[in-house]
């Protein structure tokens, strides 16, 4: 990912636990027994700055690395996709997940079936500021669901690239904070903090919570499966588009138009009346 849009998703992460006020930290969500079995792939752990905070209190928080992202990643896997046999699951075979100091919170790199993952020890000491191991746990796994997402995801075709604009660029990134607050690591109360107010400019396309949100309202309130289905949707669209996506998933009347979807939404959740 281009530098610029790293820094960009950083400070959509840093929104969450900057936000005044008591944050209500949710327990993982329960793997599914079919995926208990599953491999994510085989994971990696390195910590490159033992000598910091950060590295101490990472190390002193989780004491099985491997298999405390390995679980994560599952929870992931099972927002994505319907089970380990889904014919459009994206295998991973390597997880290289690193702590290291430097200015940033977390990105991942790689691609194909070998992923890279870093998190940055100075976020870690941020976040471990007041002394609660849960906030720095929920801020933790978010991380990670974020960031797995972006390794297990499809990506949509014909639509433009990962540029910041793009309906691919935001299917990318809102897709990955939509499982982000599946998992219960962003507050699924949409009159939090966590939720971003009054984008009017690009609405859907906005990417990250702004998108991630949406799509996480229309899985509450138009079909189950949402998610899933939108992530199966980039392996059938040619081109991929939002509104194509949403008529693919609910059937091709003007009330699923995204547009239309949007202006509920918005309606529902009290921005408009």
């Known amino acids: 990912m281009k530098k610029y849009l790293i820094i960009m998703a950083l400070a959509a ?5 900057q936000a005044k006020g008591k944050k209500t ?7 599914e027994k079919q995926w208990k079995k599953h491999n994510p792939g085989a994971v990696h752990f390195y910590d490159k700055s033992p000598e ?3 590295s101490r209190i990472y190390n002193k ?8 992202i390995g679980e994560n990643a599952l929870r992931v896997l099972q927002t994505l996709y319907y089970g380990p046999d889904d014919p459009n699951i994206k295998l991973i075979k390597d997880i290289h997940y690193t702590v290291e ?20 020890t100075r976020w870690i000491e941020k976040c471990f500021r007041e002394g609660d191991a849960d906030k720095l746990d929920y801020e ?7 960031e797995l997402t972006h390794a297990y995801q499809l990506e949509p075709m014909g639509c433009g690239r990962y540029d910041g604009k793009s309906p691919c660029w935001s299917f990318i990134e809102g897709l990955a904070d939509a499982v982000r607050v599946a998992c219960g690591c962003f507050e699924q109360d949409f009159k939090s903090k966590d939720r971003p107010r009054n984008d009017q400019k690009r609405k859907w396309e906005s990417g990250y ?27 059938t669209l040619y081109p991929w588009s939002w509104d194509a996506a949403c008529r693919y998933i609910l059937g091709d009347k003007p009330e699923n138009y995204v547009s239309n979807l949007w202006k509920e939404y918005k309606v529902a959740i009290g921005d408009e009346e």
């Open 25 to 31: 930290v949710h327990k993982p969500i329960k793997i």
């Open 13 to 17: 992460l840093c929104l969450s636990v």
């Open 61 to 68: 928080m989780i004491k099985d690395k491997e298999k405390y």
């Open 101 to 120: 100091d430097y200015d940033g919170i977390s990105e991942k790199s790689g691609w194909g079936d070998h992923v890279a993952i870093r998190y940055s």
């Open 52 to 54: 910091t905070e950060g």
């Open 209 to 235: 919570r702004i998108s991630g949100y949406f799509l996480y309202w229309l899985q509450l309130n138009k079909d189950p499966e949402f998610i899933k289905k939108f992530n199966a949707s980039a392996a």
């Open 140 to 146: 933790t796994r978010g991380v990670i669901y974020h």
